[in-house]
C-alpha cells in the first residue's frame, strides 16, 4: 500500500500556513492548506489526509466543530491542535474529543515535527492493523461457508443412506441419527436425540443381548450381528446391526456409529427357490427314491422267485428268504416314511421343556461323533432361563443336525461354543458357534435350499428340516459365517409368557 502522507493545514493566519508549507515538506509530507474551517473540510472530504493540523478560533466553523466533523467522517484522522495561550481549555477539549495533542503558540519547530511523524506512524499502524482484521475476517467467512457445505454435504450423504444409522454414546444414548432411523423407529430425527437406541430403534427396555455396539465399546472394533425386532403389529424382521467404534487416537471408543440394515426380504429371497431349480430337484428326488425302492423291489422279487422255483424242500430255504423279504419291505418303508415327513412333516406337539435339555440330550448322542473328530464342547447356559414351548423330539433333531453340521466342517477338530440366553422380553436365544471352515457368501444363500450339499455322503436336507422345525416352533433361525472363520447358527424361541407361567403352562 502506497504511504498516505498528506497534511491537512488549518488557520486563519497566513503565517502559520506559509511556515507549514515550508517546514513540513521536509518531513516528506504533502501539504494543504486552508484559511477557515468550511475549507478545510472540503479539502478533507476530497483528500482524506491522514493527519489535519487545526488552530481551534477561526471564522464560520470555529476548531472544536471541525474536529467532531473529521472524526465522524473518518475516526482513523489523527489531528493536531495549534493555538493561543487564551485556548488552552478548548485545546484540552479537542484532545479528549480524540485530538492526538495541541501545541501553544508561539510552539518549537522540532517537537511539531517530531509529534506530526508519531502522528502519522500511527494512523499508518492503525490502518494496517485494520486491514489485516479485514482480511482475517474474509477468510473466516470464507472458511465458516466452506464448512457450512461440507456438513451440508454430509448431512445430505448421511439421510440419503436408507438404512438406519445413529451414532450412540457410552451410555446407549443417540446423539446423531439420520432420516433412515426416522423410517425405522416412526420417531422424528430431533426427538430420537437424547433417547436410548434400544428402547427407539428396537423397543426394549434393556440393552439387548449380544449387541454389537456393546462390543464394539469394549474392543475397540467393529462388530455386527443378526437381531430380530418386533413391529408394531406382532410381526417380526431380520436385522443385520453392525457397530463401528469411533474414538480419539489411542483411547477407548468414545460413540458408536450404529448401522442398522433391514434383511428381512435377502432372508427370504434367500430361502426361495426358483421355479427351475424346483423342479431339478423333483427330479432328483424322483430319481433317489426310484433307485431305493427300485433296489429293495428288485431284491423282494428275485426272492420270491427264487423260493416258487426251490428245488429241494421249501420249508429249510424259505425263513431265510421271508427274512431278506422283510428287511427290504421295512427299508422301502422307512424310505417312503422319510419322504413322507419331509414332505409333510407332522406338527409339533408343544409343551413347557427346557431348551438345555435338548442341548445335551444332543451332546450326549454326538459324545462319540465329538471325539473321534478332536472336537471340544463349550457348554455356556445363563441360569433361570426360561421355559419354551416345544416338541423335544423334534428340537433334539434340530440341535443333531447343527452339531453334526459344525463338526463336519471341522475335519482338524476345532470348538463347538454353544450358548443358550434369555433375550428379553421373549426369546430364549441359542447359539451354536463352530471353528470350522465357514460357509461362502454365494453358498449362504443355498444351504437352506431342500437337497443343496456340498459334502459327498450329504443328503442335504438337513437345515431345511431344521429350518421347518424352527418356523413350526414360532421360532427364528439365522447364519452369521467367515470362511476360514467359522460359523453361528442362532435360534430364537418364543419364551413362555409370565401370563403363561402363572396359568401353570409354563
Ligand atoms: N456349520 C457349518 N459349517 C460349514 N458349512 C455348513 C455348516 N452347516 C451347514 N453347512 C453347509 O450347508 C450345507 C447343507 O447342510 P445340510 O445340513 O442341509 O445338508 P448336509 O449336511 O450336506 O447333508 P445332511 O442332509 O446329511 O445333513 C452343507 O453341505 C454345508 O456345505
Ligand atoms: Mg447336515
Known sequence: ?????????????????????????????????????????????AERPPLVITDLKMPKIDGLTLIRAIKEASPRAEILIITGHANLESAIQAVRLGAFDYFL?????????????????????????????????????????????????????FNEIRDSLVIVDQTFTIVVANEGATALSGTPVETLIGRKCYRELFGREEICEGCPILEGFATGRAASSSMLRRNPDGSYRYMEVSGYPRAEEGGRPTEVIEHIRDVTKKIHQARHLHNAEKLAVVGRLAAGVTHELGNALAIIGGSAQFLLRYPG???????????????????ADNTIRELMNFARPRDPLLGPMDV?????????LLRGEFAQHGVEVVQQYAPALPRIQGDSEQLQKVFLNLLLNAVQ?????????????????????????????????????????????????GTGLGLSIVHRHVEAHRGRLTVESQEGRGTRFTVFFPATTPEQVQAGVG
Open 1 to 45: 500500500m502506497e504511504e498516505n502522507k498528506k497534511v491537512l493545514v488549518v488557520d486563519d493566519e497566513q503565517g502559520v500556513l506559509d511556515l507549514m508549507a515550508e517546514v513540513l515538506p521536509g518531513l516528506g509530507c504533502e501539504v494543504l492548506l486552508a484559511r477557515d474551517g468550511e475549507k478545510a473540510l472540503q479539502l478533507f472530504q
Open 356 to 364: 438345555t435339555e435338548s442341548l445335551d440330550r444332543a451332546c450326549l
Open 105 to 157: 503558540k508561539p510552539f518549537n519547530l522540532e517537537a511539531l515535527g517530531r509529534r506530526v511523524n508519531q502522528a502519522l506512524e500511527r494512523h499508518r499502524l492503525v490502518s494496517e492493523k485494520e486491514a489485516l482484521l479485514k482480511e482475517l475476517d474474509q477468510r473466516v467467512q470464507a472458511r465458516t461457508a466452506a464448512l457450512v457445505e461440507s456438513q451440508r454435504r454430509l448431512r445430505a450423504v
Open 409 to 457: 466342517a471341522m475335519e482338524e477338530g476345532g470348538t463347538i461354543t454353544i450358548r443358550a440366553v434369555f433375550d428379553p422380553p421373549e426369546w430364549v436365544r441359542v447359539e451354536l458357534m463352530d471353528t470350522g471352515r465357514g460357509i461362502s457368501q454365494e453358498h449362504l444363500e443355498r444351504i437352506f435350499d431342500p437337497f443343496f450339499t456340498t459334502r459327498e455322503r
Open 313 to 331: 424242500d421249501r420249508r429249510q430255504a424259505s425263513r431265510e428268504f421271508l427274512e431278506i423279504i422283510l428287511r427290504n419291505v421295512e427299508a
